[in-house]
């Protein structure tokens, strides 16, 4: 009865028939020993067994080729190659059979390791996928309204008929273009893709206001207004952003770069709102 925390190995894996291939190796040269009084049966025994066991490490070297076990034991720790090196010594004491079979229970325990449990080597490109696309996720969704920044300010400098106003909304404008590359860098580093397009929302919005500006013309404070909207919007979604545990030192960075210059924004927006009512 097998131990019930053996590993399982598949009946289909190379390693089972190498140990299959093994025993059916051995149980004939054993019988012909037995029933050859003469002595020429240990001598036909050898010679089966030796072109057995060649077969049979043959057939273990091309698993080990096809499986890319090779390039994972190069990648081993010094101390595991140093206790490798000191069994080297016993394994040349070993019969070819005994090799055989020895080899035919690593490459299953191999096996198991590397393909059963699936924490071994393969699994760190996995989560490293998974990370690069919850990164991408996060960017895709800050970066539409970033670019609603950008199609903001746009719009506010050219209705802006005060020329200290204009001059700062094309510097956020500015600000806001220069904050969609750098996070576009970051996007294209995750998924080779860029995001270029604006929220829904944001195009409503603005629809509306051109709408309300072509009835009531443009009002400096109502444009004020609207950017003090939109910056709000820019600022819930960085915060949405710095929220995801998935980001990057450096991109967590340059995300609350982005934050900090926006409530600076919104802050000196308010301000300019407050002084254009009073006026």
Same mark, same amino acid.
């Given at each position: 009865?097998?131990? @019930?925390?053996? @590993? +399982?190995?598949?009946?289909?894996?190379?390693?089972?028939?190498?140990?299959?291939?093994?025993?059916?190796?051995?149980?004939?040269?054993?019988?012909?020993? /037995?029933? /050859?009084?003469?002595?020429?049966? %240990?001598?036909?025994?050898?010679?089966?067994?030796?072109?057995?066991?060649?077969?049979?490490? #043959?057939?273990?070297?091309?698993?080990?080729?096809?499986?890319?076990?090779?390039? %994972?034991?190069?990648?081993? @720790?010094?101390?595991?190659?140093?206790?490798?090196?000191?069994?080297?010594?016993?394994?040349?004491?070993?019969?070819?059979?005994?090799?055989?079979? #020895?080899?035919?229970?690593?490459?299953?325990?191999?096996? $198991?390791?590397?393909?059963?449990?699936?924490?071994?080597?393969?699994?760190? @490109? %996995?989560? &490293? &996928?998974?990370?690069?696309?919850?990164?991408?996720?996060?960017?895709?969704?800050?970066?539409?309204?970033?670019?609603? +920044?950008?199609?903001?300010?746009? +719009?506010?400098?050219?209705?802006?008929?005060?020329?200290?106003?204009?001059?700062?909304?094309?510097?956020?404008?500015?600000?806001?273009? /220069?904050?969609?590359?750098?996070?576009?860098?970051?996007?294209?580093?995750?998924?080779?893709?860029?995001? %270029?397009?604006?929220?829904?929302?944001?195009?409503? $919005?603005?629809?509306?206001?051109?709408?309300?500006?072509?009835?009531?013309?443009?009002?400096?404070?109502?444009? *004020?207004?609207?950017?003090? $909207?939109?910056?709000?919007?820019?600022?819930?979604?960085?915060?949405?952003?710095?929220?995801?545990?998935?980001?990057?030192?450096?991109?967590?960075?340059?995300?609350?770069?982005?934050?900090?210059?926006?409530?600076?924004? $919104?802050? &000196?927006?308010?301000? *300019?709102?407050?002084?254009?009512?009073?006026?």
């Amino acid at each position: 009865m097998s131990h @019930p925390n053996s @590993p +399982r190995v598949s009946t289909d894996s190379a390693a089972s028939q190498v140990l299959s291939q093994a025993g059916d190796q051995q149980a004939p040269a054993t019988g012909a020993a /037995d029933a /050859d009084a003469a002595g020429n049966a %240990t001598s036909d025994a050898s010679t089966a067994s030796a072109g057995g066991a060649a077969q049979l490490l #043959s057939q273990a070297q091309r698993w080990l080729q096809d499986s890319g076990l090779k390039n %994972t034991l190069s990648e081993l @720790p010094a101390p595991v190659t140093h206790l490798a090196s000191q069994a080297s010594s016993r394994w040349r004491q070993m019969s070819t059979t005994q090799k055989v079979l #020895s080899g035919a229970v690593l490459a299953a325990g191999g096996w $198991y390791l590397l393909r059963g449990t699936g924490t071994g080597a393969a699994a760190k @490109p %996995t989560k &490293r &996928r998974r990370t690069a696309k919850a990164q991408a996720d996060a960017l895709h969704e800050l970066l539409l309204f970033v670019n609603d +920044r950008v199609a903001g300010y746009q +719009r506010a400098a050219a209705e802006s008929k005060d020329a200290e106003l204009q001059s700062y909304y094309k510097h956020l404008e500015q600000q806001s273009k /220069d904050f969609s590359r750098k996070l576009n860098m970051y996007l294209g580093e995750q998924d080779g893709g860029s995001e %270029t397009s604006t929220t829904l929302k944001g195009k409503i $919005y603005r629809a509306w206001m051109d709408s309300k500006a072509a009835i009531t013309g443009f009002s400096e404070t109502a444009i *004020l207004g609207s950017n003090v $909207y939109g910056e709000e919007w820019a600022l819930k979604a960085y915060e949405e952003a710095l929220q995801n545990k998935s980001l990057n030192w450096a991109l967590r960075s340059e995300i609350q770069r982005q934050y900090t210059q926006s409530q600076k924004t $919104y802050e &000196r927006l308010q301000d *300019l709102q407050r002084k254009q009512e009073q006026q």
